[in-house]
């Protein structure tokens, strides 16, 4: 139980473009997802908070307008990349937290997404 | 500002023989400490995890201990298996509605057989 999934997990696209990465919590509802960019050996770097229904929180840095992210739906987050750059390009990790867990507190994660802005 | 330190970058540890993976924190304000194992080009997969009002919790091979006067955790992981090598995060969480995590560096365990 408890799977997360995202997609893709790996894109490579132009300077300027704009890439989606879906979030999906597979097997329960996810009240709360979170976005998360890795640099290469580095930490986790929590990007934002989204909530379903309401409007992202972000992080102290990370630009809302270039990281777009929507909670529509309680199995779905999508986190938009807008005119990316070559310093965009990271590994992108989503997690979820909802009902029915074990550990209220604990969050999974999904597989990641790899970008590669060129 | 590095909340959550992980001052070791890498370990290596002899099959069989016990892993002591190490976090330092600072914020007092920390409810739950968590452990992620995770593999390259993979999300974390959670291990352990203690509350802030214990000091040690065991599941299987993995332990986790807490010493809060120090602001330090440990993992412990005996007997260490070829299959454990991963990088190791610890990660402490905001009580309260947000629910974050602050994630460590992590540590890179090499479990040699």
């Known amino acids: 139980g408890a799977v997360v999934s995202q997609h893709p997990s790996w894109v490579i696209c132009k300077s300027g473009t704009s890439v989606k990465i879906e979030c999906r919590s597979l097997?329960?509802?996810?009240?709360?997802m979170f976005w998360y960019r890795q640099f290469p050996k580095q930490s986790l770097m929590l990007m934002a908070t989204?909530?379903?229904?309401?409007?992202?929180?972000?992080e102290q840095g990370v630009e809302k307008d270039k990281f777009l992210i929507n909670h529509a739906s309680l199995t779905l987050s999508t986190l938009t990349v807008t005119s990316a750059h070559p310093e965009d390009s990271s590994f992108y990790i989503c997690?979820?937290?909802?009902?029915?867990?074990?550990?209220?507190?604990?969050?999974?994660f999904g597989p990641g997404t790899r970008l590669t802005v060129t | 500002d590095q909340q959550v330190k992980q001052n070791s970058p890498s370990l290596s540890v002899q099959e069989g023989r016990i892993s002591i993976l190490n976090c330092d924190y600072t914020?007092?304000?920390?409810?739950?400490f968590l452990w992620y194992k995770k593999y390259p080009a993979e999300g974390p997969t959670f291990l352990i995890s203690?509350?802030?009002?214990?000091d040690k919790n065991e599941d299987g091979r993995f332990t986790v201990f807490l010493n809060k006067s120090a602001k330090h955790l440990s993992l412990h992981i005996v007997p260490s298996q070829p299959g454990d090598s991963a990088v190791y995060f610890c990660?402490?969480?905001?009580?309260?509605?947000?629910?974050?995590?602050?994630f460590g560096t992590g540590t890179l365990l090499a479990v040699q057989p």
């Open positions: 914020n007092s304000m920390f409810d739950y």
């Open positions: 997690s979820a937290r909802g009902l029915g867990l074990a550990l209220s507190y604990e969050q999974y």
């Open positions: 990660a402490a969480r905001y009580g309260g509605a947000t629910n974050k995590l602050i």
């Open positions: 989204s909530n379903e229904g309401s409007k992202a929180t972000y």
């Open positions: 097997d329960f509802q996810a009240t709360t």
């Open positions: 203690i509350s802030s009002i214990k």
